[in-house]
């Protein structure tokens, strides 16, 4: 298991577009993969838009990226760039 804290900085937060490259970019890889907000016991599953768009995420939310499984250092790596990147937005 490989995991990693990140901070969304979105101004508009964790909504349909970043979920949706975030999904995206997580069924590329083998690993199983969570992102968990950080003091919940909540979880969803990365490569689900509509679980990760029940998470309900705002700009300064911090959230743990956690993958299990062959590629699991890759993944957790390269999602965590998509978010230090704001999913491309200004």
Do not use: C, W
């Amino acid at each position: 298991m490989y995991a990693q804290k990140i901070t969304i900085k979105n101004e508009a937060g964790f909504h349909i577009r970043p979920a949706q490259l975030f999904s995206e970019r997580a069924v590329q890889f083998q690993s199983t993969i969570l992102l968990k907000p950080e003091g919940t016991t909540t979880t969803a599953d990365a490569k689900s838009i509509l679980n990760l768009m029940t998470l309900g995420l705002e700009k300064g939310a911090v959230v743990v990226i956690v993958a299990e499984g062959p590629d699991e250092r890759e993944a957790v790596e390269k999602l965590a760039e998509l978010v230090e990147s704001g999913f491309g937005e200004a």
